[in-house]
């Protein structure tokens, strides 16, 4: 008899976890995903802004090549599109100024322009992620100007 308790309290090979491992397992899971899981997507957002900035000054480098080149910056009616195609009225003209064209922003929508700029000869901005004017964090408007 003392042989056959003994067999019963040794794990069979490939005998799989019981229940109460599984749930111990799920609730550390899901306590690191809880503390985790907000920092990774802060640094995410971080990360988008920082990239809006890069692509900013892209664009305003590209601007400038086209007012060396034309002898101004594009118009409003041109806009950010006059680096990448020829304008009728650019004379000099000697793109693309943008290899890969023009990008939007890591949201999805297209950069803005203005010139004359409030801020500068000419601003380029991000309204940020909620494509809205003003706002904080990620929402925040993020232009040459920065």
Do not use: C
Request: no cysteine; charged share 20%; glycine share 14%.
């Amino acid at each position: 008899m003392t042989r056959h308790l003994r067999a019963s309290t040794h794990r069979r090979p490939g005998a799989g976890f019981t229940l109460i491992e599984l749930l111990v397992v799920l609730a550390i899971l899901g306590l690191l995903a809880g503390l985790v899981g907000p920092r990774v997507l802060n640094q995410l957002g971080g990360a988008k802004s920082k990239t809006v900035a890069v692509q900013i000054k892209d664009l305003e480098s590209a601007a400038e090549l086209f007012r060396l080149d034309v002898g101004r910056f594009p118009s409003n009616q041109e806009g950010l599109e006059a680096l990448v195609t020829k304008p009728a009225t650019a004379n000099g003209w000697n793109g693309p100024y943008l290899r890969k064209g023009l990008p939007a922003d890591p949201w999805g929508n297209p950069y803005r322009y203005a010139n004359p700029g409030k801020r500068g000869d000419v601003d380029i901005y991000s309204f940020g992620a909620d494509n809205a004017p003003g706002g904080d964090g990620e929402n925040a408007d993020i232009g040459n100007w920065n």
